[in-house]
């Protein structure tokens, strides 16, 4: 795999764990009008039920990623739906491939999918605790510019899309290290309190 379609795969795989409608949406309507020269393989993505499937179950999600509480509600939903929906695309990014390649870029594309899914959906969880709309308002309307921001550079500079996902995912793992020393340090300290106040 050359770095233009790990860039590719990586990119539209973390697109399709925060919106994978939009992504698959990016890749049939870029296949169909033939918006970058891209290899054969994204003709896979030039269906026009896939297509005009995709845009529906966007719109469906664009309005649902507005509304607090059902927006975390759709997350949950999807939480088996984007990283197989990750896997695939990079799957069908890679081309033709031995199945044991496949099956790499198969669990590659599902965990990169995961981790930006999941990153979305405890960033929306926190959004819901407060009282006013406006910032998970602003959280979705991040979303789909990033989004569609990603999918484009996956699309016209794949190598820019792979130094972005490899920055994010980076975060990301940095991020889940801290969040889980800091339970570990409130469980702890729960612990000690809790047998202060038995003894």
């Not at 979705?140 to 996956?154: I, K, R, W």
Request: glycine share 8%; charged share 10%; net charge neutral.
């Amino acid at each position: 795999m050359d770095l233009v379609t790990l860039g590719r795969t990586l990119g539209f795989s973390f697109a399709a764990g925060v919106n994978l409608y939009a992504t698959v949406a990016i890749l049939g309507l870029a296949a169909r009008y033939g918006w970058v020269d891209l290899p054969p393989q994204f003709q896979a993505f030039n269906n026009s039920f896939i297509i005009g499937t995709a845009i529906v179950l966007y719109l469906v999600e664009f309005f649902a990623d507005k509304i607090p509480y059902f927006d975390s509600l759709w997350d949950i939903l999807h939480t088996a739906i984007r990283p197989l929906g990750g896997a695939l695309i990079a799957v069908t990014t890679l081309g033709d491939a031995s199945p044991g390649v496949e099956g790499l870029v198969a669990l590659l594309g599902g965990t990169v999918a995961a981790g930006s899914h999941l990153t979305k959906t405890s960033t929306r969880a926190v959004a819901n605790a407060s009282p006013e709309p406006v910032s998970n308002w602003a959280l979705s309307f991040g979303e789909d510019v990033f989004v569609v921001g990603l999918g484009y550079l996956a699309l016209a500079h794949p190598i820019a899309a792979l130094v972005i996902a490899v920055v994010l995912l980076i975060l990301i793992v940095i991020f889940a290290a801290v969040i889980v020393r800091t339970v570990k340090r409130w469980f702890a300290r729960w612990r000690i309190t809790a047998r202060d106040v038995v003894t």
